[in-house]
């Protein structure tokens, strides 16, 4: 199994300011099938981010992904008061599934 | 509008079977790779296992003696079986619908969540 390690587990941020959230693989992840996605409480996650750069459907441009192989990166470039919630990466390229245990961003 | 909602009990008994229904409405059950997704309160997020609309199926292997997933395309729904559950079966249950059709590929579309809790 491949496993995901998000860092910070939590990261503390002013409104306006950009944020830079990590994603490590145990071993390279195939063919960048690397996902992120958002959690507020109380709701499912929401896809940001696939193939580790794509933009998912209605996903605002202050979101980029970037990466490859084991390493990889969510920036929010200027943060907005709906953004602070809980991260989570994804692979979806080797059998099963794995998700990273999260970041949570929180309003400093 | 393409939706997903899980039905179920919300409490089940230690050594029993957790049992969900996932319906999906506005689409066609065919072609994808439809998922199970769970999240312990305050934890993070685990893939359960899916089922391909031909009836296919992969499982967690950390789960894999216990999970069956099923299919009911005439219901369009798919379904969840977890047996002699514990306490470590307690979790928010998700069920998910990948991008792209035939292909296991990113979460686009993910039901509201089931909460299910294990106590006797």
């Known amino acids: 199994e491949v496993v995901l390690t998000q860092s910070p587990g939590r990261l503390s941020l002013s409104p306006g300011e950009k944020a830079t959230l990590s994603c490590r693989a145990s071993q390279g992840v195939t063919s960048s099938y690397l996902a992120w996605y958002q959690q507020k409480p109380g709701q499912a996650p929401r896809l940001l981010i696939y193939g580790a750069s794509s933009r998912a459907t209605g996903i605002p441009d202050r979101f980029s992904g970037s990466g490859s192989g084991t390493d990889f990166t969510l920036t929010i470039s200027r943060l907005e008061p709906e953004d602070f919630a809980v991260y989570y990466c994804q692979q979806y390229g080797s059998s099963p599934d794995s998700f990273g245990q999260g970041t949570k961003l929180e309003i400093k | 509008q393409e939706q997903l909602l899980e039905s179920g009990p919300g409490l089940v008994k230690p050594s029993e079977t957790l049992s969900l229904t996932c319906t999906v409405s506005?689409?066609?059950?065919?072609?994808?790779?439809w998922s199970w997704i769970r999240q312990p309160p305050g934890k993070g997020l685990e893939w359960v296992g899916y089922?391909?609309?031909?009836?296919?199926?992969h499982y967690n292997p950390s789960l894999k003696s216990r999970v069956t997933i099923s299919l009911d395309t005439s219901k369009n729904q798919f379904s969840l079986n977890l047996n002699s559950v514990t306490a470590a079966d307690t979790a928010v249950y998700y069920c998910a619908k990948p991008m792209i059709p035939s292909a296991t590929y990113a979460f686009e579309i993910w039901g509201q969540g089931k909460m299910v809790t294990v106590s006797s």
């Open positions: 506005g689409d066609s059950i065919g072609r994808y790779f």
């Open positions: 089922i391909y609309y031909s009836g296919r199926t």
